[in-house]
């Protein structure tokens, strides 16, 4: 008799452990309902790019001297640089240059360590294709600056109705 008493308090508890665990997760799930949506919905909604942000590489074709660093710092070999020697001027004349952003990891490389500048990276990032040759870049592709993410109509949006939840 006195050994089921025993098991009966241990029992309860049990049970005023369980309901503790229980009221625990219950306190953190009613505090993340006052809290604001973190979600963004992509398509329609869309984030600024922090200041560091790699995306599409931008070329400028007037400065490039075709010293070809960018491919001996590339991890993967990746910009084709084409060019011919003047030898009356004795110096590279850059004919094509072109990156294939299917292959390329938006390491940076290329643009950190390029002499004259002439690469730099973009905010942007929606480059999906349904055809794999599409990535490939020329220098005129690469030449185009797409338009500054501050300007974009959506990511405005995203940032006016942050600023309306917050007052």
Known sequence: MFLAIIKFQNYGQQVLEAANY???GFAVTLDHLN???ITVQYPYEKKLPSERFRGRIHFEFDKCIACEVCVRVCPI???VVDWIFLKDVKKKKLK???IDFGVCIFCGNCVEYCPTNCLSMTEEYELSSYNRHELNF???ALGRLPPPASEDVSIQL???SRNSFRR
Do not use: A, K
């Open 35 to 37: 809290r604001l949506p």
């Open 77 to 79: 070999n990746l910009p």
């Open 158 to 160: 995203v940032l006016n």
């Open 138 to 140: 020329d220098q005129t």
């Open 96 to 98: 094509n240059y072109s």
């Open 22 to 24: 229980i009221g625990q």
